[in-house]
């Protein structure tokens, strides 16, 4: 059954010069509008539903544009309701004039989201499907598109659901006993129940040991490279992007700004990040350049800790001591210059000696491998919290395992808790929040 809603219209297609541009229109009235602007008017009762037509858009007598237009009929369609997407010409101009007398006609401008969260309403996705819709269109390497596609392939969903599925099920025998607690029956041994408990728990706990991985997969891997100055910092981002992104010179001190440079690896972005060097200063600038080197090494997933094997000359102590939270792969640089001895990672950044060495280990240490080989990886947040309260409910339920009112009401929770990755058991307010993420047209 579908919830019915008004009209709403948007660009579904990024702004800036294209080939074509897409407005789409979904809800009761779309095709009657759509019809209505076109040279389609007369034709609207014979349209058929996934039939495409071409036609001159007027407004008030006006031409507007020339375009195509694609008509679904509910509830085959990406949100369930009638869709009409309209193909016009690209750029700032044609869209924005097609819309304007889209809204002219009564549509209303779509909020972000919208449609995915109609199509999720409505029953086409479910909340992890729809997440992934947002995850797929801002993926921008390999892994993320991946693991985005298999998310909304439902390969997460039939995961949480059959997990879910189990729970209900040790809470149905559960209460059916309650039910009879008179009779002292058993509908279920104890031994067997605590090992339905045992193995959803380890489900789980594997599902979200991917969480890192995943997020990596997603938000990239944020790599920043640190050392003293004139280690040689600079020499190495370039080397690795093959680019002069950031200035070199033999004067200490040269780099004060973060400068970042993304480069896919192994499936995964990996965000590298040239940062001052380090060393006790009294000069304003510099020490600005070291405290944003500081936030760079908090905010960062891994550190590349650069020594200069001639000088060995190592960062100040304070952010030696902040980095000691961190990861760090120690290498040092300038080999060409210095040998260092084989059981240490040695560089040169300026002939690329040891460079993919270097790059190979940033990438096992990632499991950049292991994130695209792997069927299903956890990526949001929002999932791996919802996973963490079930995995505590099941824990609690195991505990009172002789106490079933007691169990009966974790087996609950747990179950709740699972509902809200594919959104069987989820708030208004939550689901706001999701789809206010995505953005306008999705
Ligand atoms: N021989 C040799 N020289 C290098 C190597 N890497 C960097 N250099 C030289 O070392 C000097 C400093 O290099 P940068 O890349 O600017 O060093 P940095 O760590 O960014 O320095 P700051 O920005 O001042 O902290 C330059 O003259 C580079 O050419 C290397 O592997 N071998
Ligand atoms: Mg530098």
Redesign the pocket.
């Known amino acids: 059954m579908s919830v019915s809603f008004d009209t709403i219209c948007a660009i579904s297609t990024p702004p800036g010069i294209g080939g074509i541009a897409v407005i789409r229109l979904s809800g009761p009235d779309s095709w009657r509008i759509a019809s209505e602007i076109s040279g389609l008017r007369s034709q609207v009762s014979g349209l058929l539903p996934n039939s495409v037509h071409f036609s001159p858009l007027h407004d008030d007598g006006e031409l507007v544009d020339e375009a195509l237009l694609t008509f679904f009929r509910a509830p085959k369609s990406y949100t369930g309701e009638d869709v009409v997407e309209i193909s016009c010409h690209g750029g700032g101009y044609a869209a924005k004039r097609v819309l304007h007398v889209v809204l002219k006609n009564g549509v209303r401008l779509a909020r972000p989201g919208e449609f995915t969260e109609r199509a999720f309403l409505n029953g086409k996705l479910d909340l992890a499907q729809a997440e992934a819709v947002a995850d797929l269109i801002h993926a921008r390497s390999e892994s993320s598109g991946k693991i985005a596609l298999r998310q909304l392939e439902g390969k997460l969903s039939a995961l949480v659901h059959d997990m879910r599925a189990k729970v209900l099920d040790l809470l149905a025998l559960l209460e059916l006993e309650l039910d009879f607690s008179e009779e002292d029956v058993e509908f279920q041994t104890r031994q067997s129940r605590l090992e339905t408990l045992a193995s959803l728990q380890e489900q789980i706990r594997c599902l979200s040991s991917t969480f890192s991985r995943g997020r990596f997969a997603r938000e990239g891997l944020r790599v920043a490279i640190v ?12 080397r690795i992007v093959g680019d002069d992104r ?11 700004d973060v400068v970042e440079a993304h480069i896919e690896l192994g499936g995964i972005e990996v965000i590298f990040q ?5 060393r006790e200063t009294n000069h304003a600038i510099e020490s600005q350049g070291i405290l944003r080197t500081r936030r760079a090494i908090e905010r960062s997933d891994l550190v590349v800790l ?1 020594i ?1 094997a001639a000088t060995k000359t190592m960062p100040d102590t304070e952010t030696l001591e902040i980095m000691q939270s961190r990861e760090v792969i120690t290498v040092f ?5 210095a040998p260092v001895a084989e059981n240490i990672s040695g ?5 690329g ?1 040891g460079v993919e060495e270097l790059l190979q280990q940033i990438s096992s240490w990632s499991h950049s491998e292991d994130i695209t080989r792997e069927e299903i990886v956890i990526t949001e947040a929002r999932h791996f919290n919802v996973l963490t309260r079930a995995s505590d409910s099941l824990s609690r339920a195991t505990a009172q395992i002789t106490q079933s009112v007691l169990m009966a009401s974790d087996l609950r929770d747990a179950a709740n808790a699972l509902g809200e990755i594919t959104g069987e058991t989820i708030g208004e307010e939550i689901l706001d929040r999701i789809f206010s993420k995505f953005c306008i047209g999705k």
């Open positions: 050392g003293a100055p004139n280690a040689g910092k600079s020499t190495l981002l370039n950031a200035i070199v010179s033999p004067e200490p001190g040269t780099t004060r040239d940062t001052a060097g380090l650069l200069d640089n300038k080999c060409d210059l560089i040169s950044a300026k002939t000696e």
